[in-house]
């Protein structure tokens, strides 16, 4: 991967002996966090309205069964555990259970697969706006049928630290770890606490060789997003929200481009939604313009949210919601950043600031296919300075700090070197140059480029040439080429439900005539498309109100 840094992040804590298999009593089952409130209270629902309706076609002698079996649920329960030891395993429970088997992959499953399709065994060949994990115990069993539906391609991005960094990495572990045993196994002695080691004269370890791999000298700092339910805070008002402070930090001070790739972009001036930092790419672009000096932002996130559903049809609440609050962010709405750079005097936002997606293209079976790459980097880079890599999403839920527990860290080069960007000759880092290089070769379709006089200059994002001219300008013909061949969406062409059924009545041309499509596609380069801004504008795509999405909160969204 070109995102690593220097040494390694992945921090081995021990294994313990033997194997351990436990059973976990009904006090020690896993209670509601954030990320689980969702489906937890659609299944409370479910179940509720399931009990209701049993209710009354119960029967008299049905009734006497149930709480007969209930009683003897209840003696059973209250019966004390037996704990089995035989040196390797220890038991918890009544009867000795029989180990688990782990399903392994046998050539049924490996039967008609050729080439790439054999490392996208079973669940790992997925396209969640089609369907969604399920039946996760059957990791060999097929989601989607492979012979028509794409696998949808992730785009995602890492690092590798070692150092002081990794062990703060292995801190932050211990204080999730034992929070967690804390709330959920107390008196569960197969849990231990952890216990971190000693500092004191340790000697660190050579950085690990790893091959094909250039390590880099950078400063890093690990933030976090946590707070009293996910680090175990005493406190239940104390919380961290580094990740969102580093984020404002680093958009406020970049002097000539930031560029972003995230999950989500939920971050307007609206009270629903507390996050700052799309104010903080506000007023810096604002900055920019009144001091007539080049700045650019680059966004490159899905072009839709990774939610089961279709677009148009009942289904697809969920994914319309998330569309609506990042199209809110972005564009539609006197609080997004787009219409606020236009009410400030920016007479063209597109200027400063471009919205991307990626897709690809492919031949199943003999058909021309495409599909969204999703995006599920969240990255930020600034002046080929500064790097900012995680788990935080740009949106409330990861940043706040009181809501999901989040991981990153900021990296700041400590090796230079002088390159031309803008009008000036300024200072850049080997780590952070490189990486934004990687990733532009690799969405402009120049991986593969060689020096000569057409070589593209990647060196200087600022430019009004590499802007309009490469970044721009490819985004746009390949949006042009993928939309012409396979109608797909989303797409500016269509800005209502009607329009959308409309469009997608239209025979594809790599239908009508496969042997255009498959030439015009030949001009596809790399995978950035621009993300269409008039996608569905005048619909509200905000959840029925009487609607099982629609009772839930807003901060579910956001």
């Not at 039967?111 to 790992?124: F, M, P, Q």
């Not at 706006?129 to 989601?143: A, E, H």
């Not at 396979?486 to 439900?497: A, R, S």
């Amino acid at each position: 991967m070109p995102v690593d840094t220097s040494g390694m992040d992945e921090v081995d804590l021990g294994a313990s002996n033997g194997n351990i298999v436990n059973q976990p009593s009904p006090e020690n089952m896993k209670a509601d966090t954030p990320e689980l409130e969702r489906r937890n209270i659609l299944e409370r629902m479910k179940d509720n309205v399931i009990s209701f309706l049993s209710f009354d076609s119960e029967s008299e002698e049905d009734g006497e069964n149930k709480e007969k079996d209930e009683t003897d649920r209840v003696n059973e329960s209250t019966a004390l555990p037996e704990i089995v030891t035989d040196n390797q395993n220890i038991f918890s429970g009544g009867d000795t259970p029989e180990p688990t088997e782990i399903e392994e992959p046998s050539e049924d499953v490996m039967a008609g697969l050729y080439g790439n399709a054999k490392i996208w065994l079973g669940k790992d060949y997925t396209n969640f706006i089609v369907k969604d994990f399920t039946n996760l115990d059957r990791p060999y069993q097929d989601l989607v049928d492979r012979n028509t539906t794409p696998r949808m391609p992730w785009h995602d991005i890492g690092v590798v630290v070692h150092g002081a960094a990794a062990r703060d990495v292995a801190r932050h572990f211990i204080m999730r770890w034992n929070a967690t045993k804390l709330e959920k196994n107390k008196l569960n002695p197969l849990y231990p606490y952890l216990v971190p080691k000693s500092y004191r004269d340790i000697e660190l370890a050579p950085i690990m060789e790893l091959p094909s791999v250039k390590p880099y000298r950078v400063k890093a700092q690990i933030v976090r997003s946590v707070s009293h339910w996910s680090a175990g805070f005493m406190d239940l008002d104390t919380w961290e929200g580094s990740i969102h402070e580093a984020y404002v930090d680093v958009i406020s001070k970049a002097k000539r481009y930031v560029y972003i790739e995230n999950q989500f972009f939920i971050t307007l001036a609206s009270l629903q939604v507390r996050n700052q930092v799309g104010d903080a790419l506000f007023k810096r672009i604002l900055r920019a313009y009144r001091s007539n000096t080049p700045f650019r932002v680059f966004v490159v996130m899905p072009l839709l949210p990774g939610f089961e559903g279709e677009v148009g049809s009942p289904s697809g609440s969920a994914l319309h919601a998330i569309t609506h609050w990042n199209y809110a962010s972005i564009s539609r709405g006197r609080e997004s950043l787009m219409v606020r750079l236009r009410e400030a005097g920016v007479p063209d936002p597109s200027e400063y600031i471009t919205f991307h997606g990626l897709r690809t293209h492919s031949d199943l079976h003999g058909d021309l296919v495409t599909e969204l790459i999703y995006v599920h980097s969240k990255l930020l880079i600034a002046d080929d300075l500064t790097v900012i890599c995680g788990s935080a999403n740009i949106n409330d839920r990861s940043l706040l700090g009181s809501r999901d527990s989040e991981i990153a860290v900021v990296i700041q080069d400590e090796e230079f070197e002088e390159v031309a960007m803008g009008d000036q000759v300024v200072r850049v880092g080997y780590y952070c140059g490189e990486l934004r290089r990687r990733l532009f070769r690799e969405h402009l379709g120049l991986m593969n480029q060689e020096t000569g006089p057409e070589t593209v200059d990647l060196s200087d994002p600022v430019s009004a040439d590499f802007y309009h001219k490469v970044w721009r300008a490819t985004a746009q013909s390949n949006t042009d080429i993928f939309e012409k061949v396979f109608n797909c969406i989303p797409t500016d062409q269509v800005t209502d439900f009607q329009s959308l059924r409309t469009y997608q009545e239209r025979i594809n041309l790599h239908c009508s005539d496969p042997g255009s499509a498959a030439k015009l596609l030949q001009d596809i380069k790399g995978h950035l498309v621009m993300l269409p801004l008039n996608f569905l504008r005048n619909e509200i795509l905000t959840p029925n109100p009487s609607s099982v999405n629609g009772m839930m909160p807003t901060t579910l969204w956001t």
